[in-house]
């Protein structure tokens, strides 16, 4: 890949997003295969390209990505949080309004553990009184 690319690392539940953006016609690639191929659900591709279409720069960066882990709305969250810091680690002045938006912000909620002696991780089992 050229030396014009910037790279960043978008997080969200257990998905881990690696991107990479560079000057381009818009084109977003995820896993080697085209954003329409790779996420099915219309809800996530407009998920991914926020944070361009924020700026309205989609037609100006191709994004190369490499997902793991997580489910697609997880996934495509992380593709989020990614894209959205590497186009502030290419132009600072873009940070007020990316951090405005939330997409800089890493959504830190998780799914809570199930604790033992319960139905789940807050559900408890049906309290008998006889």
Known sequence: MS????????????AVARVWIKPGSGAVQVNGASIDVY???ETSRMVVR?????????????VVATVVG??????????????????????????GVLKKAGYLTRDDRK???KKYGQAGA?????????
């Not at 926020?50 to 191709?62: A, F, I, N, R, S």
């Not at 807050?122 to 006889?130: M, T």
């Open 39 to 41: 996420f099915e659900r």
């Open 50 to 62: 926020q944070g361009l279409e924020l700026l309205e720069l989609q037609e100006k960066y191709d």
């Open 111 to 113: 799914k809570e553990r």
């Open 70 to 95: 997580g489910g697609h709305s997880a996934q495509a969250a992380a593709m989020r949080h990614g894209i959205a810091r590497a186009l502030t680690s290419e132009n600072p002045e873009r940070r």
């Open 122 to 130: 807050r559900k408890r089992f049906q309290y008998s009184k006889r």
């Open 3 to 14: 030396e014009a690319q910037t790279y960043a690392t978008g997080k969200r539940k257990t």
